[in-house]
Structure formats: C-alpha cells, structure tokens
C-alpha cells in the first residue's frame, strides 16, 4: 500500500518532471493556491489567477487561452498599465467568464475540445473538502474557465476520477474502469474506455490536442507499463508531447516518483514550490483520516 503522501507528492512531481515545468504547473500551482486558501471551488478566484499569471508572464497559455484573455484584458480597469495591474483586477463574474469562453468558442470555430484543462486541474483531485461525487462536476466546471467544449471538462473529470481513487488504494485497473462509469459521458469517451487497453491510437484521424486523443493515449501507455521510466520512453517514441503531462500525473499517482528522477534538482526552487504545495494536500488528507478514525 503506498502513502497518501507519496501519491500526492508522486502526482504533482510526475507532471512538473514529465512536463519540463511547462505552463500548465504553474496554472496548477495557481489552482492549488486558491483551493488551499478557500477550502472550496471558486471559478473567478481561480480564473483571476490564471489571467494574471498570463498577463505577468507571457507563458505559452495555447490558442484558447490566448482568446479568452485577449477578449477579458480590455475590461480590466487598469489595462493597459502593466506596472498598475494586480491580481484582482482580472476578478470577473462568472457570467462574464461564461459570456467570454462562449465568445472564444466561437471564434475558434468550435475546436476548444483541447486537453489544457486536464493538465492542470488534477490539483482538484487532492481535495478532500472535494467530495468523490462532486469532483467530476466541479473538474467540468474548472474546465469552462476557458474550454467551452463538454469535451474537456469530461477527460479532465475522468483523470482526476482515476487520481482520487488511486490516492484511496484503488488498484489502477478498478480506477479507470470505476472512472469510466460515471454518467452522460460524451460517446467518444466511451469508445476511449473500450480501446484504451488494446490501442494507443483513436478510431479516427484527430488532432493530437484533442481532449480524448490524448486521454487514450495516455491510458494505453500507463496499462501496459510498469514504471514511470517506461512509459515515458513509449510516449516519446510515439512523439506526442500533449499526453506527457497526464503520464506524468498518472503514472505519479500510481507508481510515486523515484528519487533518482530529480536528485539532481532537489535544491530547485520550482520544485521546492511544487513539493510544498503537494504536502499541504497530502496533509489535508492525513487530517481528515484522522478525524474519521478518531
């Protein structure tokens, strides 16, 4: 049986390590900061930290995050006075947001089906103020922050399904197929729970972006591998670097995360940050056992 600890620390090392520290730790980071100040779902909250954060720092958000700002930094009182813009000037009602997202779908022609919400939402996962059957709905609704499509709400609800049950000692056969029960899911999801363990690739030609093309990828990899080393080496020989991040998060919460894959970054500061924030988490959890074993 692994610790709670380790899995949490494993989830939020495996996707920092995996992912090379791109973007999508640090909008987790920003999503951690925000439940962990909360303790419970704030749409705005988060959607402020995310559009500072692109503000401040330029990262590569991807195209729908890039509209969604372009189309909120204008209603900002101060904009465009980088040195006079804080955080909370980006705190817009969620009707607002709802409007926007709607907007950027549009723009898009519709293809906002992508998987940067499932790469940094897992953080909701390690809630335990975040109860088993709402965690699916509020992954859904972190989600369309940005993403208009139902799509990538419902990959990122089903990875984080499959982390929380992981942290519960599920076995990873039992997590994804219990992930894949829940209701309503899109049809395409259900054709990802039928290939998955026979197939890397989808049913038909898709952008590699695409919300449930990399869902499937990542699942097949991570089932018929047994370690992280593994099943980072079969993605980087399959070349698609948009399932890396949910290797990362998934293989962490599976297997934890080897001291030999970051011994040499141990004095990092990034990954200090990102260690804090998973022991904060994991300690929630040790509380709230606690409490019910009292």
Not at 120 to 137: E, H, K, V, Y
Not at 198 to 219: C, D, F, G, I, M
Request: charged letters at 20%.
């Amino acid at each position: 049986m692994i610790a709670i600890q380790t899995r949490c620390d494993g989830i939020f090392m495996g996707h920092a390590i995996v992912s090379k520290f791109d973007i999508s730790c640090y909008m987790a980071l920003q999503l951690s900061e925000s439940l962990l100040e909360l303790k419970r779902f704030d749409g705005p909250n988060i959607m402020s930290r995310y559009l500072y954060l692109y503000h401040t720092k330029r990262y590569d958000f991807g195209e729908t995050m890039k509209v969604v700002y372009q189309n909120l930094k204008d209603k900002t009182k101060n904009y465009p006075g980088h040195s006079s813009v804080c955080r909370e000037d980006f705190l817009f009602d969620q009707l607002i947001i709802d409007e926007t997202v709607k907007l950027t779908d549009k723009k898009l022609g519709g293809y906002t089906a992508g998987c940067g919400p499932v790469h940094r939402s897992f953080p909701l996962a390690l809630c335990p103020w975040i109860d088993d059957d709402n965690l699916f709905n509020i992954s859904k609704n972190e989600a369309t922050l940005t993403h208009f499509n139902p799509l990538a709400g419902q990959v990122a609800g089903i990875v984080n399904l499959i982390c929380r049950s992981l942290l519960k000692n599920n076995t990873w056969h039992d997590a994804v197929q219990s992930a894949f029960l829940t209701p309503s899911l899109h049809t395409e999801l259900s054709d990802v729970c039928y290939r998955y363990s026979r197939w890397s690739t989808p049913s038909k030609t898709t952008h590699p972006a695409y919300a449930p093309t990399v869902l499937q990828e990542a699942l097949h990899y991570v089932t018929i591998s047994n370690n992280i080393a593994e099943v980072i080496e079969k993605v980087k020989i399959n070349r698609n670097v948009y399932c890396l991040p949910i290797v990362g998060v998934l293989s962490g919460a599976l297997w934890g995360i080897p001291l030999d894959m970051y011994k040499d970054k141990t004095n990092d500061v990034q990954l200090k940050t990102i260690r804090d924030t998973a022991n904060k988490l994991s300690q929630q959890w040790i509380s709230q056992c606690e409490s019910v074993n009292a």
